[in-house]
């Protein structure tokens, strides 16, 4: 069965660090989404893309993270510099198109900021 | 923020008895769709109801909707002890391109 590829799993890093997540989606899944999702919450969606362009953003702490994905296929997530409030779940979840099917999500990457 | 609220937050249950989730939301949606997620691990697409739909099934789930009162059910029929996870509630808005979690409930099925 097809997955989402997200690395890597675990990431311990100083506050004023920089740290960056990858993702794979499925292939043939044109929308890729990254959320972050804090201990006993709900996923909360911090960048959105269709194919390599950007969908949604307005959730994401411009001023220190950013998001990329070059040639619509793997993406990049950054922070940079990583404050303790960042420790989260980052999730990475692709779809055929938008909300109108299930996502499929990676299993996440598990950030700690010390 | 969150759209949609689940409850209840946590519940307990024993193995082969039925479980049941709830999930309420704010406004006008496309389909409502429902999420499992085991400790420290992605979350699993369990089932999509759309807007002109009212129940649905797959497997030991029944999922239902009632839009005038914006509101899903899912229903877990005789628990296993790997049903114990969070499930989700996630909903797609009219006009929006993505998906909206909720705060999650957690399930504990005891063997």
């Known amino acids: 069965e097809a997955e989402v590829a997200q690395s890597p799993r675990y990431k311990i890093t100083e506050k004023s660090q920089a740290v960056a997540f990858w993702c794979d989606p499925i292939s043939g899944h044109a929308t890729l989404y990254w959320y972050r999702q804090i201990l006993g919450q709900g996923p909360e969606l911090l960048v959105q893309f269709q194919d390599e362009s950007v969908v949604d953003d307005s959730q994401l702490p411009k001023d220190r993270f950013s998001a990329e994905r070059l040639k619509g296929v793997d993406s990049t997530l950054k922070i940079q510099p990583a404050e303790l409030g960042d420790s989260a779940m980052y999730l990475c979840a692709s779809s055929l198109d938008r909300a109108s099917y299930g996502y499929t999500f990676g299993s996440g990457t598990r950030l700690t900021v010390v | 923020s969150q759209q949609g609220e689940e409850d209840p937050q946590a519940l307990s249950i024993q193995e082969g008895e039925n479980a049941t989730m709830n999930c309420s939301y704010k406004?006008?949606?496309?389909?409502l769709q429902w999420y499992r997620q085991n400790s420290g691990r992605g979350l699993v697409h369990l089932i999509l109801i759309r807007s002109n739909e009212r129940e649905k099934h797959s497997g030991r789930l029944r999922v239902t909707l009632d839009t005038s009162k914006k509101s899903s059910s899912l229903l877990i029929t005789a628990s296993r002890a790997a049903d114990t996870a969070s499930y989700f509630c996630a909903t797609a808005l009219t006009g929006a391109n993505n998906l909206f979690f909720g705060t999650g409930t957690r399930l504990t099925v005891i063997p």
């Open positions: 406004t006008s949606i496309n389909n």
